[in-house]
């Protein structure tokens, strides 16, 4: 079936370096979306990418949405213990009206 | 509101017993969805409602859970005869128009079935 993966499924990170987060599409989707979800809290919209081969960035935050339309990344630069959360990446299917949502990447930050 | 709500935040019951969840969309909002998430896991899509369209039931683990959303906007997830794998946080989320903008989630209620 139709699904979309998260990798790493766990991201431990020293403070200051970098990290990318991939998330991948088993079919082609018509816009994907990134949502962080802090610690004991809900998660919240990041970011949407629609076009094939967009990138967006927020502050340390870069976003890709791959040229097939099926790939996204998230890459932070000098990784903060704000940083800290689950990210989850998710997007619709061509052929469906439904969000479909990635498993997440869990982020630790060492002090 | 200014967000989405849900009530109650916390749900303590005994196995066997029936719950209501209660969410509370941003007002205008047309598209809701629930989802259930367990413990350091992902989010777990149960059911969605479009508009006055039949909803979405694909994601409804058993026929113990069942959702109404009334008037368009208060939506209620109902968990009969729960169970201990019953227990997670249950979220809300509702989008402005269509099913696939932005969502809006609530803070969750947590379920814990004794």
């Known amino acids: 079936g139709q699904q979309v993966m998260q990798i790493p499924q766990y991201q431990h990170v020293q403070e200051g370096e970098d990290f990318t987060t991939y998330c991948n599409s088993s079919t082609t989707l018509s816009n994907i979306q990134w949502y962080k979800q802090r610690p004991g809290g809900h998660p919240v919209f990041l970011i949407q990418?629609?076009?094939?081969?967009e990138v967006k960035k927020q502050k340390r935050l870069t976003f890709q949405f791959g040229e097939a339309k099926k790939n996204s990344s998230l890459h932070i630069t000098a990784t903060q213990t704000t940083d800290v959360g689950t990210y989850f990446c998710?997007?619709?299917?061509?052929?469906?009206?439904?969000?479909?949502f990635g498993a997440g990447t869990t982020v630790t930050v060492r002090a | 509101g200014a967000g989405v709500s849900q009530s109650p935040s916390n749900k303590v019951t005994e196995k066997g017993k029936d719950v209501e969840l209660r969410c509370d969309p941003i007002?205008?909002?047309?598209?809701l969805y629930w989802y259930r998430q367990s413990l350091g896991q992902g989010l777990e899509f149960l059911i969605y409602?479009?508009?006055?369209?039949?909803?979405?039931k694909s994601g409804l683990p058993s026929d113990r859970f069942s959702a109404e959303r009334t008037g368009g906007s208060v939506s209620t997830l109902t968990i009969q005869r729960t169970q201990q794998e019953d227990s997670a946080v249950y979220l809300c989320a509702s989008t402005f128009a269509l099913s696939t903008d932005t969502q809006y989630f609530g803070p969750g209620t947590r379920l814990t079935v004794l």
């Open positions: 998710a997007g619709p299917w061509s052929n469906d009206y439904k969000l479909s």
């Open positions: 409602f479009q508009g006055n369209s039949a909803p979405d």
């Open positions: 007002s205008g909002h047309t598209a």
């Open positions: 990418l629609v076009k094939s081969g």
